[in-house]
Every structure is written in C-alpha cells, then in structure tokens.
C-alpha cells in the first residue's frame, strides 16, 4: 500500500522560506514520478512542481521557478520541496503526489495523494 505523508508546512512571513517534505512508503518508487500540487481556498488544484525519481530530473509551474527546488533521497525515500521568496499568492495546501513513469501537470494522472500541508504566507 503506497503511502504518501507530507511534512514541513506552517506560518511564514512573506519573503521566507519553507521546506516540505513528502515521506513515501509501500513500494519502490525508483519507477515513479512525484509532483507537488497545491490548492488554495475557492480555487483549482494547481501543479507546483515534479521530478522524475530515477532519473532526477525536474518541472517546475512557471509561477515557481527560481523560488522553488524540488529533491529526492534515495536514502530516505523522501521528496522535498525548497519555497523561498514566498509571497501571499503561494498560500495552499500543498500535496505529494506519485504516478508510475513519467511526470505529469495534470493531477488525475497521479494514482496516489497525500493529506496535504498548509503554507500559509502573510503580508
């Protein structure tokens, strides 16, 4: 059973950094691909973030480039999410997410969710 549980989220004031972090269990995911999603009140479910877990490789949302930086530890089997420079607009629940193969930016492509995290960034 894959489980996904997501870590790290909180109160920040604007300019501050945050790091998520997505503790993951119940396979292997060397064939996997993980995203981080994010909603925030009376608004879609937006791709923030994914990366290829064999290979490395990472997208990112154009609104997050350069802010954000997502990892993996192969040890750990953990994926992280880096937010600096965080502004009000990034306030959500943020979600770990895990597909088979490639990434994706399209949520309903990934089979397995975690609860969520909640960012929230003040003024």
């Known amino acids: 059973q894959v489980q996904l549980v997501e870590s790290g989220g909180g109160l920040v004031q604007a300019g501050g950094s945050l790091r998520l972090s997505c503790a993951a269990s119940?396979?292997?995911?060397?064939?996997?691909?993980m995203g981080w999603f994010r909603q925030a009140p009376g608004k879609a479910r937006e791709f923030v973030a994914a990366?290829?877990?064999?290979?490395?490789?990472?997208y990112y949302a154009d609104s997050v480039k350069g802010r954000f930086t997502i990892v993996r530890d192969n040890a750990e089997n953990t994926v992280y999410l880096q937010l600096n420079s965080l502004k009000p607009e990034d306030t959500a629940v943020y979600y770990c997410a895990a597909r088979l193969h490639f990434y994706s930016d399209n949520g309903d492509q990934y089979a397995y969710w975690g609860q969520g995290t909640q960012v929230t960034v003040s003024s």
């Open positions: 990366i290829n877990w064999s290979i490395g490789d990472t």
């Open positions: 119940g396979r292997t995911f060397s064939s996997y691909a």
